[in-house]
């Protein structure tokens, strides 16, 4: 089965910086995707930014030239550099992989999540 694991969350003040960090394991035929997506209280989960493998990214308007989402080249883990964080931003930053666990087989697959804090 393949496992995705977040780390790097926090509380941060606004205006400061965060760095999220994921890792992707186990059965792993062919990474397409990575990417954060995150959940307020109350709200739906949106996509935050996300990379594919020919090394795409795509953001969400609210965090366009804030956050910046990269990938190590094996594309099993994802990144998530976060500079001028607001109040807004406070959230549980989930990780996903949009990836074949085998040559048959595809979907979404979720990390846990990762706190992020920001107060004003």
């Known amino acids: 089965q393949l496992q995705v694991v977040e780390s790097g969350g926090g509380p941060v003040q606004a205006g400061g910086s965060l760095r999220l960090s994921c890792a992707a394991s186990?059965?792993?035929?062919?990474?397409?995707?990575m990417g954060w997506y995150r959940q307020a209280p109350g709200k739906e989960r949106e996509l935050v930014a996300r990379?594919?493998?020919?090394?795409?990214?795509e953001y969400a308007d609210s965090v366009k030239g804030r956050f910046t989402v990269s990938g190590d080249n094996a594309m099993n883990k994802v990144y998530l550099q976060m500079n001028r964080l607001r109040p807004e931003d406070t959230a549980v930053y989930y990780c996903n992989a949009y990836a074949y666990s085998d040559p048959s087989q595809w979907g979404d697959f979720w990390g846990r999540g990762t706190q992020v804090t920001v107060s004003s």
């Open positions: 186990g059965s792993i035929f062919k990474m397409l995707a």
């Open positions: 990379i594919t493998s020919g090394g795409s990214t």
